[in-house]
């Protein structure tokens, strides 16, 4: 099986390790937990606040506002700053937004609680995946090397989201942010063992931060992951909502759906490291073709238990392989400014969520779900047509091959 080796774009210094770089996946895990777990508990937490679904959604969009303010700002602050101490000190941060929210008495605090959230989320992001090829054993190809980052993303959708939504049925949504809040304290003393020196190659600049946006690869590949993003974010939010107004499935069915999305998410990943390495062009537009399908579909087939299995499996397959995708795309074309551009980056990728789940609540408030998830079908039309266009015959570069 032949392994692509990006050596320019990973340092030759890499002083990581498996138990470094599988340290930060079990971090994503929970905080990517904490981040969508409100998904799988929005009918829970506008029952018991008294409010719309489309206003229980502030409290995904809120967090991606802040986020997408400390991605960019953080690593600038930051300047030389041993990345470990900055990893360890957002995870902590995660820790107490969690237990905030857990001992949230009203919808204000739950708010507050989220926008802390939103620092650490930002900030973790701009910094584990730019770091993912120092993190990684020296011989771990960089693709490979975020895939397995972003395997803590997948599972937090097959076991944090799905499980927590478990939880919320039985003791309250509140206990499921506890229960995160505990393992990401478990998590934080790992990182405290097991993460080395983590030193930036040099301090980023505000003049750093467009890195990314002057290489006219990365330019071409932000639009469409933008626009993908952005389609599946709005309908992401209400997927639970979806299913109990539309489909008129019960917790239970919802929680087994869920599950179902994120061990699809599990291929979906596991597939974008493999297919990454080879076309990432081409596998950025199978994603595209999944997502339409999806979209196109979902509101006729998913109100049928038999439907909604079938496209809640597309739709996460899709999803998991996307935020890999779009990191490999990065490291692939623009592999010299990852490190200083990646905080842009992840900060666009937070205004998606943010933006996304904002729309998604003033259209479900105004409509319905079906309404919701027709329109963002657009945004992936949209998409399909740029890929086809905007990078047409643009491949992998040519690389050095280790086997």
């Known amino acids: 099986m032949p392994t692509s080796v990006v050596s320019e774009h990973q340092s030759p210094s890499t002083q990581g390790s498996w138990l470094a770089i599988l340290t930060v996946a079990i971090a994503a895990f929970v905080l990517v937990t904490s981040e969508f777990l409100p998904v799988g508990v929005l009918n829970n937490v506008a029952s018991d606040l008294h409010i719309s679904t489309g206003t229980a959604g502030l409290v995904i969009t809120l967090p991606g506002v802040m986020a997408a303010l400390a991605a960019p700002l953080l690593p600038v602050w930051f300047k030389r700053l041993d990345r470990r101490y900055v990893l360890i000190v957002l995870t902590a941060i995660m820790v107490i937004a969690n237990s905030i929210t857990a001992l949230a008495s009203n919808f204000h605090i739950l708010l507050l609680s989220r926008l802390v959230l939103g620092i650490s989320i930002g900030g973790f992001w701009a910094t584990a995946i730019a770091l993912s090829g120092k993190l990684a054993p020296a011989q771990l190809p960089i693709a490979k090397a975020t895939a397995v980052v972003m395997t803590g993303v997948t599972f937090a959708t097959v076991l944090g989201v799905p499980i927590g939504t478990w939880l919320s049925g039985l003791y309250g949504w509140r206990s499921a942010f506890a229960i995160n809040a505990g393992i990401g304290f478990l998590v934080l003393i790992l990182q405290m063992l097991c993460l080395p020196k983590l030193l930036p190659e040099s301090a980023i600049r505000f003049a750093d931060l467009p890195a990314l946006l002057r290489v006219s690869k990365a330019r071409r590949g932000i639009v469409i992951i933008l626009l993908i993003g952005l389609a599946h974010f709005c309908a992401y939010s209400y997927l639970a909502p979806f299913f109990k107004h539309i489909a008129g499935f019960n917790s239970a069915t919802i929680g087994s759906l869920l599950l179902l999305y994120g061990i699809a998410g599990i291929f979906g990943n596991a597939f974008a490291g493999y297919s990454g390495n080879l076309n990432i062009r081409y596998t950025l537009a199978f994603v595209s073709l999944c997502f339409a399908i999806v979209f196109f579909s979902f509101p006729v087939f998913a109100v049928h238990l038999s439907g909604a299995l079938v496209l809640t499996a597309l739709w996460g397959f899709a999803f998991g392989a996307f935020p890999t995708t779009a990191n490999i795309w990065m490291f692939l074309h623009a592999g010299d400014a990852v490190e200083k551009g990646?905080?842009?980056?992840v900060g666009m990728f937070q205004i998606m969520?943010?933006?996304g789940?904002?729309?998604g609540g003033m259209v479900v408030d105004h409509y319905n779900e079906?309404?919701?998830?027709?329109s963002v079908l657009s945004f992936i039309v949209l998409a399909l047509i740029a890929l086809?266009?905007?990078?047409?015959?643009l491949n992998n570069p040519k690389m050095t091959c280790e086997s």
């Open 342 to 345: 990646m905080p842009l980056f």
């Open 353 to 355: 969520i943010a933006v």
């Open 357 to 359: 789940s904002l729309f």
């Open 370 to 374: 079906t309404t919701l998830i027709y």
């Open 388 to 393: 086809f266009t905007l990078t047409r015959g």
